[in-house]
């Protein structure tokens, strides 16, 4: 009959056990799989991102196109405009307000004030005052074939003293006729620049001149 192990012993065996399984190598841990050119772990450029060399060439083309792009919208804007003359680019187009309208029915006339009125000062000179008393007795402000056209005598003395202005906003140009004192005077700003008569401007004349023959 096998003889049985005292406690002691029993101790001793546990003991021994577990200094043989600490002494034991553990398991090797697995490697990660590694990839084509990453830095290896606790190296400098590990935290760093590198940028391949074609993403350069495409930063540095698109700098190039924008380049391009700049220059050719500044070369645009330097390219002389080939569009049509406007009659609103003539400071002689605010007249259009005045279309249909007599130079009373407005508190500023615009034979008086504004910029039909400086350019008249300046072709007129001192005559200015004489066009403006011959324009007493006036019609509206009408428009013919793209020109507007006022006309006018001195109140009683038709035949006599008379007048006529027209405006050719796309021109950018003013004639005027005047009858005073029985003599005719015609002026026109700028001289280059031939502004016909409207229809109406020239039954106008024709009666203004049958009158001071009679």
Known sequence: MKRLLSPWHTVAVLVAAGALAACEPAPPTPKAASVP?????????????????????????????????????????????????????????????????????SNMSFLEQGVLADRLKLMLGKEYSTLLSNLRTVSPLTEDAGRWFITGNRPHE????????????????????????????????????????PKDVQTMQDNQKSSSKG
Request: hydrophobic fraction near 40%; charged fraction near 15%; proline fraction near 7%.
């Open 37 to 105: 050119g990453a830095a290896a772990p606790g190296s400098a450029s590990a935290s760093s991102t590198s940028v391949p060399a074609s993403t350069d060439g495409a930063v540095q083309g698109l700098g190039d196109d924008a380049a391009m792009v700049a220059a050719s919208a500044e070369k645009a804007q330097t390219l002389p405009s080939h569009a049509a003359p406007d009659a609103g680019a003539s400071p002689l187009a605010e007249l259009k307000q005045y279309v249909g309208t007599y130079p009373s029915d």
């Open 158 to 197: 038709g035949g006599t003293e008379a007048a006529a202005v027209v405006v050719d906003a796309g021109k950018n140009a003013v004639r005027v006729w005047m009858l005073h004192e029985g003599k005719v005077s015609e002026y026109q700003d700028p001289n280059h620049i031939t502004v016909p008569w």
